[in-house]
């Protein structure tokens, strides 16, 4: 854990797509059952992802196989409310929010869905206590298994990118549009770090209403390097590569809304952590060729991005029949049928089969790289790959 020797794990967003990461972790956690990650850093689902393996006692294989269990047991109806009543109630509040014209007797809407069901499946799952506190976080902390773990959210009343950092002898940090604040993580830091926007409800912090983290967070490697990260390993939920264009084909007609929020959703959780990746690449390239009083206090973090083998966006459409009646029928009349793109049907797509297949080709993506993945951990360019 002493400073010049600390691996950081950065989760970014994507929804239901964070299944993904914990799937990639499981087989990470075979290889090294006792490895430690310095340094986590999470944002919007990857935020779940991070706290679970930062509040964990056990060893890494004993804390990701809870994490994947945690997934595999995961439905719909532990995320929203899911029933006709529900769903039917916030578009009809929204409908009237619309009409009003501003009235001061137009309904309060807060999201699209109701999250009490993942408020309270996280508060099981963390054993939150009843003042929002998790345990396990600050003993990891102060028996030395942990530097620290950062949380991003977005302030909605200052549009700044927000880290909050849950660590020990750490530094706080004020940028353009971001910074970085102490503090102890609560549940509240989770729910509004994965308050996906305008779906899922803002959750007020202090005196300010946050939500998703990834909505301003440009460089969201950032928080680890300033935690002091020596190495990372960042997990994104995007198969795309930065270098390589999409195949373009014959438009199907005007793009319907689901097309367009899964455009915006992709620049909300998935860009940002391709581009920051590209440019830490290139910093690194070119402070290894200056001599090192010409750094401007600036390092070379050595950096390692995983990303999936598959188009997940592709894969949830094959589960979409199965998803229950009622978000079903929401979800299509967004255009979820008129289009090619199933971006926004896979960030919401908390349906047992698609989370089961997005572990399982984590695992799998996982041991293919493994020649790459392990060495760059251990340091130790000898590790042999099992079979």
Known sequence: MEAGNRVALVLGGGGAR??????????????????????LSGTSAGAINAVQLARHQGNLRECVEDLWKLWEGLTMDQVIEANTGSLAGMVARWGLRLISGGSSFSPT????????????????????????????????????????????TTD?????????????????WNRTYRAGVETKIRLDHIMA???????????????????????????????????GAD?????????????????????????PPAQVAGVLMNAIFLDALEFDAATTQRFNALLKKLPEEDHCGLRPVDLLTARPSEDLGVLAANFEPRLPGPFRFLERGLGTQETDSHDLL????????????????????????????????????????LT
């Open 18 to 39: 964070s299944a993904y990461q914990a799937g990639f972790l499981r087989y990470i956690a075979k290889r090294l059952p006792h490895f430690k990650f310095s340094i």
């Open 109 to 152: 809407t807060r999201g699209l869905v109701d999250t009490t069901p993942l408020k309270n499946f996280l508060t099981r799952e963390t054993n939150c206590l009843p003042n929002g506190k998790i345990p396990g976080i600050e003993e990891n902390i102060l028996r030395g298994r942990l530097h620290s773990l950062a949380i991003t």
């Open 156 to 172: 909605y009343s200052t549009g700044r990118s927000v880290t909050w950092i849950h660590g020990k002898k750490t530094n706080e």
């Open 193 to 227: 770090s994965s308050s996906i926007p305008m779906i899922f409800p803002a959750v007020k912090i202090d005196e300010s209403w946050h939500g998703d983290g990834g909505v301003r967070q440009t460089t969201p490697l950032s928080p680890a390097m300033h935690l």
């Open 231 to 255: 190495k990372i390993l960042a997990i994104s939920t995007r198969n795309l590569p930065a270098d390589v264009l999409p195949e373009t084909g014959p438009a199907r007609g005007y793009p």
């Open 346 to 385: 896979s960030l919401l797509m908390f349906q047992p089969e698609y989370i089961e297949a997005l572990l399982s080709l984590g695992e799998s993506d996982a041991k293919q790289r493994a020649d790459e993945v392990i060495p760059f951990l251990t340091g130790d360019r000898t590790a042999k790959v």
